[in-house]
């Protein structure tokens, strides 16, 4: 073969491979301006502001509980470093967007997009926020015995919603890895002398408490956040979370949330270790 012939061939076979090259960036880019858009149809940032609030309250509890300083104002500023929205949203959009693998994200972006499903997203977190005030889930959570006993239809659908996504033991399996890493945290900053074994029994010992708790606040949760949708709007998320694609976003979510909770507990783990390492110095 000439000299010609070769430098001709190389030159056709680096032509296709930045061809290829530009094919695989572009579909990238559109991949990731899918996953964007999900995103915000999700109002992730808003749903991470909430459970920030959620955060700074559940860490000033532990600093009470387990430091001598915890109401000082050193622990709140730890706590608050420790919840931080932009870290927390970017490991739940990068969780998101691994989790979802081949799945097609436009039929969620589709949803979640719609008047029904802005709707319901902005019920969610509006009942997200009031539960952030502990009278308003207090009440939340009487009031939903009050439907019991009054045997209210939208409990049916709150009941059939948790069961088709798997709600309660979901949450239970987050809560429960949550708190793992949470031992894990202190056992590595020096704060307690367990082995796994030791730390996995306590954390599952834990298991029917966490459950009962969750299955109490998802539904006192759920019938306030979707007591003003109609029976025809339940319906079609229920139909959507039952269908191939909620189930993958079902799954991608809680992925990528269990996934963000469990490195601020061990964060918050090994935070009140170092507190309490320098509290006995």
């Known amino acids: 073969m000439s000299g010609t012939v070769i430098r ?24 990731s301006a899918q996953i964007d858009a999900l995103i915000a149809a999700l109002r992730i940032a808003d749903t991470v502001a909430v459970m920030r609030e959620e955060g700074l309250v559940f860490g000033r509890e532990v600093g009470s509980d387990m430091l ?15 919840y931080d929205a932009e870290k927390m949203r970017a490991l739940v959009t990068q969780g998101i967007g691994e989790a979802l693998g081949g799945a097609d994200p436009e039929p969620m972006i589709a949803f979640f997009a719609s008047p029904r499903g802005q709707e319901i997203v902005a ?10 005030d502990p009278v308003v889930e207090e009440s939340a959570r009487e009031r939903l015995e009050t439907r019991r006993d009054a045997n209210d239809p939208l409990l ?7 069961e088709d996504s798997d709600l309660i033991e979901r949450n239970v399996s987050g809560a429960l890895n949550a708190n793992l890493m949470f031992y894990n945290g202190l056992v590595d900053g020096g704060a307690l002398e367990m082995s796994q074994d030791d730390i996995l029994a306590d954390v ?34 229920a139909a959507f979370y039952r269908s191939p694609d909620g189930q993958a976003l079902n799954r991608a979510t809680f992925t990528a949330f269990d996934r963000m909770y469990e490195e601020i507990s061990y964060l918050l783990g090994r935070a009140v270790a170092q507190r309490m390492q320098s509290e006995r110095l």
């Not at 960036?25 to 559109?30: L, S, V």
């Open 204 to 237: 599952w010992s834990q298991e029917d408490e966490v459950r009962e708790d969750a299955r109490d606040w998802l539904q006192s949760f759920l019938v306030m956040a979707y007591d003003p949708l109609s029976e025809t709007d339940l319906e079609a998320y």
């Open 123 to 132: 019920l969610e977190l509006a009942a997200r926020r009031a539960f952030l």
């Open 8 to 31: 001709g061939a190389l030159a056709g076979l680096v032509l296709a491979i930045g061809a290829m090259c530009q094919a695989v960036a572009q579909q990238g880019a559109e991949r």
């Open 68 to 82: 001598a300083d915890g109401e000082s104002d050193g622990w709140p500023a730890v706590v608050s470093r420790i």
């Open 156 to 162: 049916d659908h709150v009941d059939r919603l948790i």
